[in-house]
């Protein structure tokens, strides 16, 4: 039977059991697509790496001996459009079945399924083998529960695929060393290797250009850092364990003016492109430990473990239990427009200035620069969740819906109000100064609460607790906030109140 099977920019699985056998009858079709590049205004880097990885895939499949038609932005047989491309493939090609793998996009899985509603052939959807869980695993796990917890999740997931397990027992004694892994990086080891591609994708920038795409950012076009093979991405997964592994752990929450990556892996691109499984880098992580206990201890496997077989499956069965409403929610009821210093950096909060700097730089950011940097402070200032999303959407290298609406409405903004995390993540500049080097060259001081030079985080954190106080005090982690909040003389609490609604009336200037 003559067959299309349409494969999703984010569906680049090498090791798919689609590609097993090859047959003339099938054939394999990618598209870029306008409908995908404009939905949001993404970082160039973002659209570059899309497209280049989508090529080498399409070249992998044609090599291998697989009939392919890849169809690029400016082809002129390109409607743009997903489903009428399809329409005239399946018409050209005398298609009697249309299958698909499901969609990880909440977006796109209704457009697949009301189109296959409507074909008079055959369709089908296969899942695309690379998640741990299913779509529903999570939802179905907490069922008869009021609340998700991420850590019975993980643990679930610890026994289930028996990872980081000493028979029922958790290795090394504990299911969570987080409490190790909170170090600041005071510069010790010196050097911290790097590693990053240099490939030459001027090619693909110029056909982004001449298709008159916008976007945001660096191109790094011609020495292009990020990886586009599943060779690539495992290379990246390597130099990880050789060189980064061992410290992961320990400086997870560090912040560096010298290093925009630090010791994390950067494998969030290979990973949501599928080019890699995360089972495959658990495992390879795990069997690290196991070789070298000498050179990473329990504490950073863990910690790392946790980050892709805990959270980032979570996350995803958060989006499929929570979706279509979940992308609306807005728990505090937000309003302010995000600052325009979050398109260009241009801004003397210096934590700020550097966390987007190097994020218009390298479509990159680590964890906690995007939650308690540019997170912290777009909840403080009671930024629209609307406005935040399309900004994480757009600006991250490995920016999918399922991962980034869950980790930004939720994790940052508890703008779901606390369906993912307990209490909203939110700090004064206290915290990012011990974090971070980013304070000691900062316009701002970090000590003071009130007055021209006072750091606005300081006053913006509090107010965002008494503007709260109906919808959090009676939360039990928090309790503590209130109670400094209430032990503040009047004259203190009306003049910092004062001095964060000055800095809210002035937003665009800090
Ligand atoms: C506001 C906000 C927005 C985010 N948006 C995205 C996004 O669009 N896409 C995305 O992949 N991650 C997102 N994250 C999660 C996390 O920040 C990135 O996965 C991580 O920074 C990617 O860099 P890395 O590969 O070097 O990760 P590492 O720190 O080396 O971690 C290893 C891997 O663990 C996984 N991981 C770690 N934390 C999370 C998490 N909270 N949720 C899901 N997976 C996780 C990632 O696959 C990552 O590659 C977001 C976090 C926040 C706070
Ligand atoms: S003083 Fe405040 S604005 Fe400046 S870097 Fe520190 S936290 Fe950021």
Known sequence: MKTLRLILGDQLNYQHSWYTQTSPDTLYVLMELRQETDYVVHHVQKVIGFFAAMYNFAAYLQKRGHRVVHLRIND??????????????????????????????????????????????????????????????????????????????????????????????????????????RKPFKGNPVQIPTHQFSHDYRDILE??????????????????????????SLEVLDFFLAFLFAHFGNYQDA?????????????????????ISP?????????????????????????FV???????????????????????????GHERPLPDWFWTGETKMNCLKHAIGQSLNYAYAHHIQRLMITGNFALLAGIHPDEIDQWYLGIYIDAIEWVEIT????????????????????????YVDKMSNYCGTCFYDKKAKIGEKACPFNSLYWHFYERNRA????????????????????????????????????????
């Open 76 to 181: 002129p047989d390109n409607t743009q459009h997903l489903t009428k491309n399809l329409d005239w493939l399946i018409e050209q090609n005398n298609i009697e079945c249309f299958e698909y793998q499901l969609p990880d996009e909440y977006r796109l899985d209704q457009q697949l399924t009301s189109y296959c509603q409507q074909l008079n052939i055959q369709s089908k959807a296969y899942d695309t083998e690379h998640f741990y869980t299913t779509r529903e695993e999570v939802a179905q796990l907490f069922s008869s529960k009021k609340t998700y917890l991420m850590e019975s999740f993980y643990r679930t997931m610890r026994k289930k695929h028996k990872v980081l397990m000493e028979g029922s027992e958790p290795a090394g004694g504990r299911w969570n060393f987080d409490s190790n892994n």
């Open 207 to 232: 056909e982004i250009d001449r298709a008159g795409v916008r976007y945001l950012g660096t191109p790094l076009a011609d020495r292009f850092p990020w990886p586009t093979t599943r060779k690539q």
């Open 255 to 275: 912040m560096h003016t010298g290093h925009w990556s630090l010791f994390h892996s950067k494998l969030s691109f290979g990973l949501n492109t599928k080019m």
């Open 279 to 303: 089972a495959e880098v658990v495992n390879a992580a795990v069997a690290y430990w196991e070789k070298h206990p000498e050179r990473v201890s329990i504490e950073q496997c863990e910690g």
């Open 306 to 332: 946790r980050q892709i077989l805990g959270w980032r499956e979570y996350m995803r069965g958060i989006y499929w239990a929570k979706m279509p409403d979940y992308q609306h929610l807005n728990f505090f």
């Open 407 to 430: 980790n930004t409405r939720g994790m940052s903004q508890y703008a779901d109000g606390g369906i993912v995390g307990s209490k909203p993540y939110v700090s004064s500049a206290n």
């Open 471 to 510: 919808l959090l005090e009676k939360n039990p982690r928090i309790g503590m906030i209130y109670q400094l909040l209430n032990k503040m003389s009047n004259a203190e609490k009306q003049a910092i109140l004062e001095q964060a609604e000055s800095h809210l009336s002035n937003l665009q200037n800090l």
